[in-house]
């Protein structure tokens, strides 16, 4: 997926980002176009860009993502290959935008063959790789079709029955998800990083987090269990534990939640607990100090004095 995510992923990313870690969006005339659903105008745009710098992988990645998406399976998995020459990371397994690579049979000997890359590289971090497998597979149809809809909504809007219909497929997708992660939770145990790979973990996470409140307050006391024993991130918890905290009411420790005012037009930091402690508190969880977090939504923060 190009470096654009729906609101709640970059939530995900940006509450759970280490001290020092920044992100940086690049936009170039082939993303624009891609936003527009002009894949074909994108798909000529990505050309002459790799035809300037063949190597460069950012482009050829996203090259790779539009091809999938225009169905041009032939070119895909042919960038496909090359790219994990350039660039060894699980980012493809998990990625919406391969949905319809996913379709096509050649996605299993690709995906062994980047298995067995990642094995190589990384000492075989994926004990149980079944199982890796099918987190990453749900943490593309976590993340699939927001873009879609957020063009949907940008063309005719948020209101109009195309947009309706298509968060109703959305949210069925999301059920399903849902109820195929937690019967794959109830016979192998939440994943565990030093089994699956940080990233199919975090994936059950992700996917958690969108689902039900009491959900998320059964799956918590586990997730604290595993971060004590350094198989889950303090930060996910965090997240996770602002998110039951907002939806019972009550406010939040961690500062992770905003919220976005309809009659201001702007984002608005959720209630909290405590202002005087909520920086020390995300220091305890390897997080950023709140003002920083959510100076990216334009909110300044202040806090008040012991």
Known sequence: MKKT???FYILFLLATTSLSAQMTIIRSVADSLRDEGNLN???IEFQKMLKEQPKDVGTLY???CVLSLANQR???FKNLYKYIEMDTTVQPLCDPDFLNARQDKRWADFENKLINQLNIKFQNPYKDIEYAKKLWEMNALDQAYYDDIKLVEKKIGMHSSVSK??????????EKNQSDLIELIEKKGWPKSSEVGGRAASSAFLIIQHSDSEKQKKYLPIIKSLCEQKEASWSSYALMYDRIQISMNKPQKYGSQITFNNAKNTWELSPLEDETMVDEW???MGLQPLADYVSRWNIKFEPKKK
Not at 165 to 174: A, C, S
Request: proline fraction near 0%.
């Open 41 to 43: 105008g994108a798909i």
């Open 5 to 7: 995510f729906n609101f």
């Open 62 to 64: 996203n090259y790779t």
């Open 165 to 174: 219909t298509l968060w109703q497929m959305k949210n069925k997708i999301n």
């Open 74 to 76: 032939d070119s895909c």
């Open 282 to 284: 995300r220091k305890e």
